[in-house]
């Protein structure tokens, strides 16, 4: 397996207010989607979303091939051509690409477990089976919150934030699923003022080729100056 190093053009597209590119080639791009971003237009009336940076930036057309909540941020993959769109969408579905998700959480989770609790695969559809794998990272002490690692099995709507917080450990800035009241008081003690959650890594064997890719999507600075001030540290990811 290859730790993928970012390109130069993840640190361009800070600079020119785009986007980061963790990795390109001739048959996907995996972007480093800030929080506050749609994928694409699908899921509102945004005129500026991932997927129309990512084409500014590399000069054509991409296929979104899985999706991140517009309040999360990280590691977002997108194929250059339908053929790899198709082979991508497949592995997602068939649960052969790995992802790990940096979540701050209220409250302390056991060190390690497993939450199997059917939800929604898209809005208003049937619950579907649904399965998260977490750990814990570390335990704030100066407030009542824990950094765990999520990696979620399946893919459905908000599973991350809907699992912890079916296990009583919403995740902190869910405007959705947590509470108004502890989001307010980490927007104003830590300046956290958004979603918590950070799509971190992410794995699988690259569709044409067979290698195995693993990309990190470094910690933003609004989360890494929160979880700093709350004394928490990220450096024990490793799946």
């Known amino acids: 397996m290859r730790d993928v190093e970012p390109t130069?053009?993840?640190?361009?597209?800070?600079?020119?207010?785009?986007?980061g590119l963790l990795f390109v080639d001739e048959h996907l791009v995996i972007a480093d989607k800030p929080s506050g971003l749609l994928v694409h237009r699908g899921w509102d009336n945004d005129d500026d979303v991932a997927m129309f940076r990512v084409r500014d930036a590399i000069g054509q057309h991409v296929f979104p091939v899985h999706r991140l909540d517009r309040g999360t941020s990280g590691?977002?993959?997108f194929a250059r051509d339908r053929e790899t769109?198709?082979?991508?969408?497949?592995?997602?579905?068939e649960g052969r690409v790995e992802k790990n998700y940096l979540a701050l959480v209220r409250g302390a989770p056991p060190e390690e477990g497993v939450i199997d609790y059917a939800i929604q695969k898209?809005?208003?559809?049937?619950?579907?089976?649904?399965?998260?794998?977490?750990?814990?990272?570390?335990?704030?002490?100066?407030?009542?919150?824990?950094l765990v690692?999520?990696?979620?099995?399946?893919?459905?709507?908000?599973?991350?934030?809907?699992?912890?917080?079916?296990?009583?450990?919403?995740?902190?800035?869910?405007?959705?699923h947590g509470s108004g009241v502890i989001n307010r008081h980490y927007r104003s003690t830590y300046a956290l003022t958004r979603l918590a959650l950070h799509a971190h890594r992410i794995s699988f064997a690259h569709p044409k080729t067979g290698e195995r890719l693993r990309i990190t999507a470094e910690v933003p600075?609004?989360?890494?100056?929160?979880?700093?001030?709350?004394g928490l540290s990220w450096s024990d990811t490793a799946p």
């Open 149 to 176: 690692s999520a990696m979620p099995r399946t893919g459905r709507l908000h599973q991350v934030r809907r699992h912890l917080r079916h296990i009583d450990h919403p995740l902190v800035g869910d405007v959705k």
């Open 122 to 146: 898209k809005e208003g559809g049937p619950r579907v089976p649904a399965v998260t794998e977490f750990r814990l990272i570390a335990r704030s002490p100066v407030d009542r919150c824990s």
């Open 221 to 230: 600075p609004d989360l890494a100056v929160p979880f700093r001030a709350l």
């Open 8 to 19: 130069s053009l993840q640190a361009r597209g800070w600079l020119l207010n785009a986007i």
């Open 85 to 93: 769109a198709a082979a991508l969408a497949l592995a997602f579905e």
């Open 75 to 77: 590691a977002l993959v």
